[in-house]
């Protein structure tokens, strides 16, 4: 027989035997029946908490949650571990065997786990010596999962109530709003989740432009460690506002900056959104007396921006700051002092007219209470709500939610978990108008134990951005209205699986 003829029964035969292949493990529903893409339950998830606190004063509660889904709920982990501490650009120890940092995550006893879906989870930590710690989730307990740090200490710089939800790694980061101002200490910490070493590059932009700074490039986060990072020593002129641009040339990192200032207490600057031409800022408190803005064009062209402010009656522009202009790669700060003037809103910026779609980052430094009794929180841009957005360690007075429609009117339904120590759940749906901020009143568990998570799903309408104000008075607080502010963003609870189908062609070329 001929080789030509061979080889033709031998792809015929390949042919027929993958065809059946694929005809046996084709599924008769979901995306490759369809041939469209589908939402599927993520199986796996990491989240990175930063270090809370250097002071000895300081106490920090963590709290973890993973919502209830149809994924069955007999399988699964979800787990937090203590990442090792190391100093900027310096590599963990090593003995004869190797990096000890390697594996040294994997094997520790947890410091908070969740053990099933709809069961918030809590953990103490008194002193400096609170950890950062390094998470991963899989199986039933990876969608949705999330956790909070909450840390309280009421004297020394930065002195106040600091909250920071724990993050997923990434390679970009931006952080409108950090300062090298003698008042102020403020921290970058670096969290790196993998077995490999991380290098990171810091970018600083003042109101001139960029600044210069050879220390700021090529900084080491050695494997499963926290770095933290003082920004006023890659810089030799003191700045009020700047802007960080976190790069990771090589890993992947979680980015958070501390803020301390002697005057007004201080909370954690998480990342601004992705740059966008219209970007929304929520949950500015009803009783801010000082609201600052800070602003910054990352790309070549510079924005025009039409300042506004969604309130519980729609929407308005300041006085004096209807518009904002922002030059290419400089940093805007405009001070709109008590904006909300005793109502809830939260800050919308959207390009003017003739200024064309240049993608902007911003944030605002909101201050309550007066003289010494400052206390400050940061609000950067945030991203929609999406489908499903999860905040946990909520309490069961002083917790407020802020929705804000920044253009259609839009449906909510927000969910209040069991608490860590007991209770049932609780529902309740708002409808929040085109073009304003509601102040929802949190739905509370019955029976609640504890503190409890928050869910909040999108129903129907047009996008939703959404914060979580957490505040504490009185004794505990030695008399100064600390707060703190989160924004809620999609728990990423499911992932996009495109269409997939058997194709034949691919064997005939």
């Known amino acids: 027989m001929k080789r030509t003829t061979l080889s033709l029964i031998a792809a015929g035969a390949a042919l027929a035997a993958v065809t059946s292949v694929a005809a046996v493990a084709a599924p008769e529903e979901g995306p490759a029946a369809t041939g469209k893409a589908a939402q599927q339950p993520v199986e796996r998830t990491s989240l990175l908490c930063p270090a809370p606190s250097s002071s000895e004063l300081a106490e920090t509660t963590y709290t973890a949650y993973t919502p209830k889904t149809e994924v069955s709920s007999d399988s699964g982990t979800a787990a937090l571990v203590p990442a090792a501490r190391s100093l900027a650009g310096k590599d963990d120890e090593k003995d004869d065997k190797g990096d000890k940092s390697d594996k040294k995550g994997e094997e520790e ?51 106040g109530l600091h909250g920071a939800a724990c993050s997923a790694p990434d390679t970009d980061f931006w952080f409108p709003g950090a300062s090298t101002a003698e008042d102020r200490s403020d921290y970058l ?66 980015a958070a900056v501390q803020a301390l200032d002697q005057k007004v207490g201080g909370d954690w600057l998480t990342p601004s959104a992705e740059p966008s031409a219209s970007v929304v800022l929520p949950g500015i408190p009803k009783d801010a007396t000082a609201v600052r803005l800070v602003a910054f064009a990352p790309g070549s062209a510079d924005a025009d921006l039409k300042v506004s402010l969604a309130g519980p009656n729609g929407s308005l522009s300041p ?16 001070d709109l002092a008590d904006v909300t003037r005793g109502e809830p809103g939260s800050l919308v910026l959207t390009p003017t007219g003739d200024s064309g779609d240049t993608p902007v980052v911003a944030a605002v430094r909101v201050i309550r209470g007066k003289g010494a009794d400052q206390e400050s929180a940061f609000i950067p841009a945030a991203r929609p709500v999406g489908d499903r957005a999860t905040v946990t360690g909520n309490g069961a007075k002083g917790t407020y939610l802020s929705l804000t429609a920044p253009g259609k009117a839009a449906k909510v339904r927000v969910t209040a978990s069991a608490g860590t120590g007991g209770g049932t759940a609780a529902t309740k749906t708002y409808s929040v108008g085109a073009g304003r901020t509601l102040a929802a009143d949190v739905p509370l ?65």
């Open 109 to 159: 006893k947890p410091f908070l786990a969740v053990k099933k879906q709809g069961a918030p989870v809590t953990a103490e930590e008194n002193g400096s010596g609170a950890p950062a710690l390094i998470g991963l989730a899989e199986g039933s307990l990876a969608p949705g999962w999330s956790a909070q740090q909450t840390t309280h200490f009421t004297a020394g710089a930065g002195r």
């Open 189 to 254: 910490h670096l969290t790196n989740p993998d077995d490999a070493a991380a290098v990171v590059d810091i970018e600083l932009y003042g109101k001139d432009g960029a600044l210069d700074s050879e220390v700021g490039e090529g900084i080491q986060v050695p494997p499963r460690s926290s770095v933290p990072v003082l920004l006023s020593t890659l810089t030799g002129k003191p700045q009020t506002n700047l802007t960080v641009h976190v790069t990771a040339r090589s890993g992947r990192v979680a």
């Open 319 to 334: 006085a004096g700051n209807e518009t904002l202009h922002l030059k290419s790669g400089m940093t805007t700060a405009v």
């Open 445 to 509: 568990p019955d029976s609640l134990k504890g503190t409890y998570a928050l869910t909040v799903e999108t129903v129907s309408g047009g996008p939703v951005h959404a914060s979580r104000t957490l505040t504490l008075s009185g004794a505990a607080a030695d008399g100064i209205s600390m707060f703190t502010v989160q924004n809620l963003t999609d728990d990423r609870g499911t992932v996009t699986v495109p269409a997939a189908r058997p194709e034949m062609g691919v064997l005939l070329e």
